[in-house]
T-cell receptor, first 111, second 114 residues
């Protein structure tokens, strides 16, 4: 039982490049979330999903897109990376709307 | 709008002493409150939650939290701190009883000195 896994762990992009972050969970959770963590700002919700095939915007969705084609996977895409998207990205899942289980994070640097 | 505040950026405590990490919240309706811990280079781990019931909630690793409705607080406590408790602690609140979003505080760094 791996819990929540994220791929890749680290990535460096140049401004304007695109990439996709993959999140996978093996707990059969309905809800999945993407957050970004910046120093002194806690975690901010980017997008979330309440089930397979659904997505919704969170607090800071601009510049990101998501897809949830399979229940166990939640993809976060950056179409044209900007330096302001330098951050640590966390994926999480939950069985209901309460406690969330987090992945180990992806550290992204955009130069 | 729902919000949560952690008034201390850092808390320092000696090993063996009791610790408190403070959290206050603002919600409309009944609050759904959570504490998470983050160790270096790791994701957040769930510690405990308050949904309803007893005001004193017990969680993982010997932590507990006290819900105080009149003071709109949900402080995290532990009777005897360990060096291994040193980490970043986040208080969080669900945005509404029927909502899907969790709002996180900015975090409090706990240092436990041997």
């Amino acid at each position: 039982n791996a819990g929540v896994t994220q791929t890749p762990k680290f990535r460096v992009l140049k401004t304007g490049q695109s990439m996709t972050l993959l999140c996978a969970q093996d707990m059969n959770h309905e809800y999945m979330y993407w957050y970004r963590q910046d120093p002194g700002m806690g975690l901010r919700l980017i997008h979330y999903s309440v089930g397979e095939g659904t997505t919704a915007k969170g607090e800071v969705p601009d510049g990101y897109n998501v897809s949830r084609l399979k229940k166990q996977n939640f993809l976060l895409g950056l179409e044209s990376a900007a330096p302001s998207q330098t951050s640590v990205y966390f994926c999480a899942s939950s069985r209901d709307r309460n406690e969330q289980y987090f992945g180990p994070g992806t550290r992204l640097t955009v130069t | 709008a729902q919000s949560v505040a952690q008034p201390e950026d850092q808390v320092n405590v000696a090993e063996g002493n009791p610790l408190t990490v403070k959290c206050t919240y603002s919600v409309s309706g009944n609050p759904y409150l959570f504490w998470y811990v983050q160790y270096p280079n790791r994701g957040l781990q769930f510690l405990l939650k308050y949904i309803t019931g007893d005001n004193l909630v017990k969680g993982s690793y010997g932590f507990e939290a006290e819900f105080n409705k009149s003071q709109t607080s949900f402080h995290l406590k532990k009777p005897s701190a360990l060096v291994s408790d040193s980490a970043l602690y986040f208080c969080a609140v669900r945005d509404s009883p029927g909502g899907f979003k969790t709002i996180f505080g900015a975090g409090t760094r706990l240092f436990v000195k041997a």
